[in-house]
């Protein structure tokens, strides 16, 4: 099987075992929901075609096997689902788009986003995974911090151009798709640049800009404000001050 494609039986035991897995968690059920058996019966998938999908999709890194005969989707798995219902919609249902989303804000942490939020980060990745001529089945993201990579321009650590303003003239879209998304990217860049923590209990990601031996000055990125929140190139003076002071020392 070629790693860029995944048929109709690869999409349903997708489906089934993000469904399974969502539906044993609320009922707290004893049944064995990621049993390969179970899946068959109540799919009407054979066992034989269930076994051999399930391989496919495990040699992927898009489910994993916990026992014999038992297995779990991954968060690269459900990440997949998701993105193909972005692309196009056809292959991947709605329900399961929703599932999805639930589980990704699980997995990523994402409890304080709403759901409007993490699905424009992830039409914003989409957008970035197809601008560099891949495919959402191609890329290895496990989590929220490898996944922003995929949406940001190499130019975002000069400072002297708005994070937001860069991020859309690189993917084609407004700045005001990506002020949507805008708190999610700043977790996603905490999660994936080192970080400075500040005497006021606030996180940011720090850049400096200008002459770096003579006059260079510090520039937020992403903050995480212990009032105020995410944001991306927050001009915060408290914030600032505590940057400044601490590279001055």
């Keep these: 099987m070629s790693i860029y494609y995944l048929d109709n039986y690869h999409i349903l035991l997708l489906h089934t075992l993000l469904f399974h897995l969502v539906k044993g968690k609320v009922r707290h059920c004893d049944k064995n929901l990621d049993s390969l058996y179970y899946i068959s019966m109540s799919t009407g998938m054979s066992i034989a075609t269930a076994y051999r999908k399930a391989l496919d999709l495990m040699n992927l890194g898009l489910i994993e096997r916990v026992s014999k005969g038992h297995y779990v989707i991954t968060t690269k798995g459900v990440l997949l689902l ?8 056809i292959s991947v249902n709605r329900d399961a788009f929703e599932l999805a989303i639930d589980k990704l804000r699980e997995d990523w942490d994402l409890e304080e986003f709403d759901r409007n939020e993490i699905i424009n980060y992830l ?75 500040l005497k006021d209990g606030c996180r940011a990601v720090v850049t400096l800009t200008g002459d770096q031996s003579i006059k260079a000055s510090p520039t937020i990125l992403a903050i995480k404000c212990r009032i105020k929140g995410y944001s991306l190139n927050s001009d915060c003076p408290v914030a600032l001050s505590l940057i400044r002071r601490a590279f001055n020392e």
């Design 82 to 89: 998701a993105l193909m219902y972005i692309g196009n919609g």
């Design 123 to 197: 039409k914003l990745l989409y957008k970035g995974i197809s601008k560099l001529g891949l495919s959402p089945l191609s890329i290895n993201i496990g989590s929220l911090g490898k996944s922003v990579y995929y949406i940001l321009p190499e130019n975002i650590s000069n400072g002297r151009i708005s994070l937001i303003h860069s991020i859309a003239e690189y993917l084609g879209v407004s700045e005001n798709e990506v002020r949507s998304a805008e708190r999610v990217i700043a977790k996603a860049l905490l999660d994936y640049l080192p970080s400075v923590r």
